[in-house]
T-cell receptor, first 112, second 112 residues
C-alpha cells in the first residue's frame, strides 16, 4: 500500500516559537499533490497548505511553510510564530490517481 | 471559500436501524463528492466517491450494500448506513468538488 507516515504522534511548542512537523510518503507516481490539514477540536478539516509535486518551490501560506524533498519523499510543515490557535491535530496527505491517503496525524500543543 | 454542510451533525440510533447523512455544497455545484470515515483518535479513510447521476465508486474493503450513496443533484449527496451496528459508530466526513479542498463539518454516528 502506498502510505503516508507521520512519525511524531505528539509535538509541543512554546507560543511565538517555531515547530516542524514531519511527514514522509510513498508513491510510484511522478505527479501528485501533498497537503497539510489542521483538525481542531471541532473536527472540521481545514486545508493549511498544498504542494504540487511538479513544483520545486516550497509552498508558503503566511506563517506556514513546507520543506518538500521529492527525492526523499519528505514533506515537512513548519509553523512560525506559533499561536495558541494553532493547537490541533495536523494531518499530512497525498493525492494522486483518485487515491487520497492521510497520515496518522500529529497532535500539536502550544504552550503559553 | 466554498462551503460544504452536513446534516445531522450528531445522530444516535439503535442497532439494526438505518441512518441517512446528507452532504450539501452550499455555494457551488459539485458533480463529485467524497465520503470519509474517521475512527476516534485516528486518521481519515476515503470510503467512496459519489458521482452525480451515476453509481458511486467504493474503495476496497467498503461494503457498498452497507453504505449506500446517492448523489441525486449537483448540490446533494447522501450516505445511508443500512442496518447499523455498534462497529459502524464513527465520524463521517464529506468533501466536495475534489477530495482535498472543501470538507463538511462531519457527522458523529453512535449506534447503540
Amino acid at each position: 500500500a502506498q502510505t503516508v507516515t507521520q512519525s511524531q504522534p505528539e509535538m509541543s511548542v512554546q507560543e511565538a516559537e517555531t515547530v516542524t512537523l514531519s511527514c514522509t510518503y510513498d508513491t510510484s507516481e511522478s505527479d501528485y499533490y501533498l497537503f497539510w490539514y489542521k483538525q481542531p477540536p471541532s473536527r472540521q478539516m481545514i486545508l493549511v497548505i498544498r504542494q504540487e509535486a511538479y513544483k520545486q518551490q516550497n509552498a508558503t501560506e503566511n506563517r506556514f511553510s513546507v520543506n518538500f524533498q521529492k527525492a526523499a519523499k519528505s514533506f515537512s510543515l513548519k509553523i512560525s510564530d506559533s499561536q495558541l490557535g494553532d493547537a490541533a491535530m495536523y494531518f499530512c496527505a497525498r493525492y494522486n490517481n483518485n487515491d487520497m491517503r492521510f497520515g496518522a496525524g500529529t497532535r500539536l500543543t502550544v504552550k503559553p | 471559500g466554498a462551503v460544504v454542510s452536513q446534516h445531522p451533525s450528531w445522530v444516535i440510533c439503535k442497532s439494526g436501524t438505518s441512518v441517512k447523512i446528507e452532504c450539501r455544497s452550499l455555494d457551488f455545484q459539485a458533480t463529485t463528492m467524497f465520503w470519509y470515515r474517521q475512527f476516534p483518535k485516528q486518521s481519515l479513510m476515503l470510503m467512496a466517491t459519489s458521482n452525480e447521476g451515476s453509481k458511486a465508486t467504493y474503495e476496497q474493503g467498503v461494503e457498498k450494500d452497507k453504505f449506500l450513496i446517492n448523489h441525486a443533484s449537483l448540490t446533494l449527496s447522501t450516505l445511508t448506513v443500512t442496518s447499523a451496528h455498534p462497529e459502524d459508530s464513527s465520524f463521517y466526513i464529506c468533501s466536495a468538488r475534489d477530495p482535498f479542498s472543501f470538507f463538511g463539518p462531519g457527522t458523529r454516528l453512535t449506534v447503540l
